[in-house]
């Protein structure tokens, strides 16, 4: 059916009417000047797309009138402009993109049609491991590795590029997905098939957020929700409410932005504004440069939101001038901005839009802080962090505790390494590492580590060569303006040369320790620490042996690694002594903000991001050297270890069946509160007594060649064996942190893949129990697909992360929660009885639905299917089948 706005198309320019765009003010509607502008975008996408089929006149007049419904769960379909995906995620949405194929033919379908419709880009990212560090040649060393490793993988996604249409892949060495976004591949305005209209996007990486900094409306979705945007569905979600925050004031002189967004992501976790929209205003965003903003953008997971929104406006033009975009590509954004009011003055009042709820931050009050020892959200100022740091040592165990009775806090461990004695203790620093796109996009913070490093090296200060020091940038632009300006090689006599271009430390790519570092820490059972500059500390993220990890400004990363410390009171303790014997502390050594501005206006210019992207596709010589099948149809080898078909499609019908009831599971596990995806799909280091280790060593594979979770998301077998593998589950069955739990038939304690190995080949369903937040951190296809395969049918959980609930559905499995005030321990629940779930034939969105246990209780939970379409998924057997068999009729 055609479109029934299509009276409000004109041209956007009269000198060239081919290029037209919807214009809602047409539409005469006083309510769209009081939307919030990311609730515009939004709009304008159900009006450009609505076929009163995917997208009706009732969707769009649901979007106009927000400031009623956003309290109403209404659910609203939203197209965005394209997808970003990295190779962790891209793998596993490439494999079952083969897998659709196959499945398509099977049912008699055009495999063909299993294409990307929707543009997609793939940036190679996540591979890279920090293997070597200090030395001349780590780069090129670690990227050696790299294509060794993932040879098998990268073939496999170079067929992907080639086989499908839409769909490019910016290979590995290039940098960081979303710094990659931000710098080169946002267009903030799409200029396609004759239209103007707002970039939007969505990925498979829940810091795609990042991307709001630039005024372009993006957040993270599952892997398995993002293969249906590629295949042209929209995305189905409640109209959310939008929380404006409001900026004031000027930060001040030593505050760098990685203290504004852990003091903003402290602030809003506070508030509360999970499933929500947060859109900045104010006049102090005006202060914040794009890199500011995009930083505070990337850790809007931490914080909970959906997306982080601050509108374009006239920085964001400049930035858009300043990385090296067309000049006349720009005028035209800021026209079309212009004229379908999109365009920010944040220091006009007027502009301001209605929000459901102002909370408001003055920059003013913002002072140095880290965040930690476990979770992003757990900020720290500097000035208490030696205090903090003892005080969680003895605190009992949890996030802010490490139960070290009080006579070991003083425990020292003496090691030899290089020939040299040291000690370590509890907070000694064995890693520090530059990394992740939330800081390593922002100029600023990374020349003002340059210049630290330098006055340092100057001041005669050193880093002790055990400790694992790092930089990896999130683009060759990085480099770039750290060589020009002089300061690359104070950083590298730190220890902080350029280990590669990805996101390493900052998912766990840490690569391995010294073996004398490992044996002092393990001997002395030490709290040993990481300081880094991403996004995520959370427990067994960053290293096993890091108990303590702790999230910080560039600058502060060089200041602890040379510290060796996190025990240290900056203002009354030296950073160290240099050779004359005189003291050095931080602030001899801390530039101002007018030093870094003065190099940044410089050294960073429009030349630079040209050159580094005009060749990016075809830098990396050994991607160009690579030989890719070019059959449509993937051939499978099935010797791999990396690419698998996966066994979702196998018995797949060409129409669904009802769906069951869930009769007698078991509980395989019993957790508690914060459970991750990380606690559930480890992207990691495989332990070499693990199940996963075993499958692989069996098939003739040593240690070395284990690689990691992250790296096997391609091949089910392995990752299947991963699921719920991480050291630090703390199972309540078990009672000790470890992958184990019991198998109830037995009584056996086994590994959680074994013991739900052993309940399928009885033919007997499973089930988790779990408390607040279940699926919290990044985003994981593979934490809904793993728990599918070890024959999970449903989670009970207290409250569950936005995306990792939408991976549930997609796989099929049932995502119930307990009622309000009501959780496992209110009810009385051990996890050793047998339930019962009761499916009615109606199903409803959020409807309650009766569990009974083998002891004779009963109790109702909501079974999360938030919408209509949620239901058609789970009718189907997950979305993917639903997309099969679309495609297949």
């Known amino acids: ?241 939008v929380i404006g925050y409001k900026l004031k004031g000027n930060p001040q002189p030593l505050v760098t932005s990685t203290d504004i967004v852990l003091t903003v992501t402290k602030h809003l976790r506070q508030v509360g504004v999970v499933g929500k929209f947060v859109e900045f205003f104010g006049p102090g965003v005006a202060q914040l440069s794009i890199a500011d903003r995009a930083t505070i953008a990337n850790m809007c997971p931490e914080y909970g939101a959906t997306a982080a929104f601050f509108p374009a406006d006239e920085v964001s033009i400049r930035y858009l001038i300043q990385t090296g975009r067309d000049e006349e590509k720009v005028k035209h954004i800021k026209k079309y901005l212009e004229a379908v009011g999109m365009f920010r003055d944040f220091n006009r009042s007027s502009q301001d839009p209605d929000f459901t709820q102002v909370v408001e931050l003055d920059l003013h009050t913002v002072v140095p802080c880290c965040s930690g020892p476990k979770r992003p959200q757990d900020k720290v100022a500097v000035s208490d962090m030696k205090t903090d740091f003892e005080t969680c040592l003895g605190a009992k165990q949890g996030f802010k505790g490490f139960q070290i009775a009080p006579k070991h806090h003083s425990d020292r461990v003496k090691f030899v390494y290089e020939g040299s004695d040291f000690q370590i203790t509890h ?242 596990l019993n957790l508690g509160d914060s459970v991750t995806t990380d606690h559930i799909s480890p992207a990691g280091n495989i332990a070499r007594n693990s199940p996963a280790a075993r499958y692989l060593t069996n098939r003739g594979l040593t240690p070395r060649d284990f690689n990691s979770y992250g790296s096997r998301r391609g091949n089910d077998d392995v990752m299947a064996r991963g699921t719920f593998a991480n050291i630090r589950l703390l199972n309540k069955f078990i009672n000790k942190q470890g992958p184990q739990t019991i198998h109830f038939p037995s009584g056996e304690n086994l590994d959680v893949f074994d013991a739900a190995e052993r309940y399928m080949q009885a033919g007997q369903p499973l089930i988790v129990l779990t408390g607040k937040e279940y699926g919290s951190g990044s985003s994981r296809d593979w934490a809904a697909k793993g728990p599918f395969l070890l024959g999970i049918k449903a989670i009970i959980a207290e409250s569950y992360e936005r995306i990792h609930r939408s991976n549930l559905v997609g796989m099929g499995v049932i995502p119930l929660q307990y009622l309000p005030g009501e959780n496992a321990e209110t009810l009385g629940l051990t996890g050793r009885e047998r339930y019962t779930i009761i499916i009615p034939e109606e199903l409803k969105p959020r409807m309650n639905v009766q569990i009974k246990l083998d002891t004779g209780k009963t109790f109702q939970t909501i079974m999360r299917f938030d919408t209509d379409v949620e239901l058609t998924y789970f009718h189907n057997g997950g979305i993917l089948n639903y997309m099969i068999r679309k495609m297949a009729t």
């Open 427 to 668: 907070g000694s620093v064995v890693i520090a590492a530059i990394t992740s796109c939330t800081n390593t996009s922002n100029p600023s913070v990374m020349l003002g580590a340059g210049l630290l490093a330098k006055k340092a090296v100057n001041a005669g200060l050193t880093v002790k060569p055990y400790i694992k020091t790092s930089l990896s940038p999130g683009s060759g632009v990085v480099t770039y303006y750290l060589r020009e300006s002089g300061v690359m090689p104070y950083l590298s006599q730190l220890g902080f040369d350029v280990v590669g271009y990805g996101c390493m430390t900052c998912i766990g790519n840490s690569g391995p320790l010294p073996e004398p570092v490992v044996e002092a820490i393990t001997q002395g059972d030490l709290v040993a620490v990481g300081v880094l500059s991403g996004n995520r500390n959370f427990e067994g993220r960053v290293h096993p042996n890091t108990r303590a990890n702790y999230l910080a400004s560039p600058p502060l990363v060089i200041a602890y690694a040379i510290a060796g410390t996190i025990r240290i009171d900056f203002e009354k303790e030296p950073l160290g002594v240099n050779a004359e014997g005189k003291m050095i502390f931080l602030r001899d050594i801390w530039p101002t903000r007018d030093e870094i501005q003065a190099v940044e206006r410089q050294y960073v210019i429009p030349g630079m991001f040209k050159e580094v992207y005009k060749k990016i596709e075809t830098v990396n010589e050994s991607w160009n050297a690579l030989e890719a099948p070019s059959e449509k149809l993937y051939t499978w080898n099935p010797k791999s270890t990396y690419i698998k078909s996966p066994p979702f499609f196998e018995n797949l019908t060409l129409e669904p069946l009802p769906p069951k009831c869930i009769v007698d599971a078991y509980v395989l």
């Open 1 to 241: 059916m055609s479109n029934p706005f299509m009276q409000i198309v004109e041209p956007l320019d009269s000198n060239q009417p081919e290029k037209k765009f919807f214009n809602v003010s047409k539409l005469k509607d006083e309510r769209y000047e009081r939307l919030p502008f990311s609730i515009k975008v939004l709009l304008e996408s159900a009006i450009r797309n609505c076929d009163e089929f995917l997208v009706k006149k009732e969707d769009v007049e649901n979007i106009f009138n927000w400031q009623v419904m956003q309290h109403k769960n209404v659910e609203v379909p939203f197209k965005p402009a394209r997808v970003i995906l990295q190779d962790f995620t891209g793998v596993p949405a490439v494999v079952d993109f083969a897998a659709m194929r196959d499945a398509v033919k099977k049912l008699g379908g055009d495999p063909e049609k299993i294409n990307p419709i929707c543009p997609a880009d793939l940036v190679i990212d996540h591979s890279i491991q920090v293997d070597f560090n200090r030395r001349t040649d780590s780069l090129q060393k670690n990227q050696d590795l790299e294509f060794e490793r993932n040879k098998e993988r990268f073939e496999f996604l170079k067929w992907g590029s080639q086989a499908f249409h839409n769909m490019r892949i910016i290979p590995p060495g290039s940098g960081i997905i979303h710094q990659v976004n931000l710098e080169y591949l946002a267009r903030v305005v799409f200029d396609q098939n004759g239209y103007y209209y707002p970039d939007s996007v969505v990925g498979t990486d829940s810091h795609t957020t990042m991307i709001d900094g630039l005024g372009v409306l993006g957040w993270g979705v599952g892997g398995i929700e993002a293969e249906a945007v590629m295949l042209g569905q929209p995305i189905s979600m409640v109209l959310p409410e």
